[in-house]
């Protein structure tokens, strides 16, 4: 399977806030390419493919790096709360790796479930 990428500026960090003894880890998403499916008045989708890397200290060892297709259930904020509206609230995820077997077999899967 052949994917295509294409760059995107857009990054969060994130402390994970897992590890040893309270220790967290600074784990950095790139944004390679997403889209946003948009459904009902207030609901979306949105499916990316994303580059991750958990950087560690020299003293630690090399930092552990990979890649991840996404696909997040969202919906926008009303106002009603501390959030501005119209600000994406991200509920449900899941995470994808970018090997072709997986991929492969969750397309597979997909196929076969929307085909009745």
Same mark, same amino acid.
């Given at each position: *399977? $052949?994917?295509?990428?294409?760059?995107?500026?857009? !990054? *969060?960090?994130?402390? #994970?806030?897992? @590890?040893?003894?309270?220790?967290?880890?600074? +784990?950095?998403?790139?944004? +390679?390419?997403?889209?946003? +499916?948009?459904?009902?008045?207030?609901? =979306?989708?949105?499916? !990316?493919?994303?580059?991750?890397?958990? @950087?560690?200290?020299?003293?630690?060892? #090399?930092? $552990?790096?990979?890649? =991840?297709?996404?696909? $997040?259930?969202?919906?926008?904020?009303?106002? #009603?709360?501390?959030?501005?509206?119209? /600000?994406?609230?991200? /509920?449900?995820?899941? /995470?994808?790796?970018?090997?072709?077997? +997986?991929?492969?077999? &969750? &397309? #597979?899967?997909?196929?076969?479930?929307? !085909?009745?």
């Amino acid at each position: *399977m $052949t994917f295509t990428r294409k760059s995107n500026s857009r !990054s *969060m960090n994130r402390d #994970s806030g897992r @590890g040893s003894k309270g220790r967290s880890d600074n +784990v950095k998403y790139n944004i +390679v390419s997403q889209e946003v +499916v948009e459904w009902e008045p207030n609901n =979306f989708i949105e499916i !990316s493919h994303k580059e991750w890397n958990a @950087g560690k200290t020299a003293k630690e060892g #090399s930092k $552990t790096e990979g890649e =991840f297709f996404s696909i $997040t259930r969202g919906y926008y904020a009303t106002g #009603s709360g501390d959030v501005e509206e119209g /600000t994406p609230i991200y /509920t449900k995820s899941i /995470t994808i790796p970018t090997t072709d077997t +997986v991929v492969d077999g &969750l &397309l #597979s899967a997909l196929d076969k479930v929307v !085909s009745g």
